[in-house]
């Protein structure tokens, strides 16, 4: 259906965007990084994240090292680079400029002489 072929592209969308900004508060695992996403309401498996990963590493946005683990193997933490900073910063200007574009396309531009509130606009759309 097309709504859900929308809303998966939305999800795609931002969905580096949101790892970045979560590698930026610190270095992380991938499973907590999941979790993260997760709890946003941002569903990733780790077959989607992974490749996500090694992307953003070989396009010089992140870097990672190993640490041992009490409970397994070594594990792998990334951490953003200098550029995956800059990135970022760019990226946050981004979503600022684009989320208040859609939010004036979907409630119109502000009117001075109007009293009309953006819940009655969207009474008259339905």
């Known amino acids: 259906m097309i709504v859900e072929n929308t809303q998966t592209q939305m999800r795609k969308g931002i969905l580096e965007y949101c790892i970045l900004s979560i590698i930026s508060r610190g270095e992380i695992y991938a499973s907590d990084i999941i979790s993260e996403l997760k709890s946003a309401n941002l569903l ?3 077959g989607t994240l992974y490749p ?3 992307r953003l590493k070989n396009n010089g946005l992140l870097t990672y090292n190993w640490q041992e683990s009490t409970s397994g193997p070594p594990r792998k933490y990334y951490i953003l680079s200098p550029a995956g900073a ?7 200007t981004t979503w ?3 989320s208040y574009s859609v939010k004036t396309a979907l409630e119109g531009p502000k009117q001075t002489n109007t ?3 953006s819940e009655e606009t969207k009474k ?3």
Do not use: I
């Open 44 to 46: 990733v498996v780790e």
């Open 52 to 54: 996500l990963l090694t």
């Open 86 to 92: 800059d990135v970022l910063k760019r990226l946050d």
């Open 96 to 98: 600022e400029e684009l």
């Open 115 to 117: 009293n009309k509130t």
């Open 124 to 126: 008259t759309r339905s």
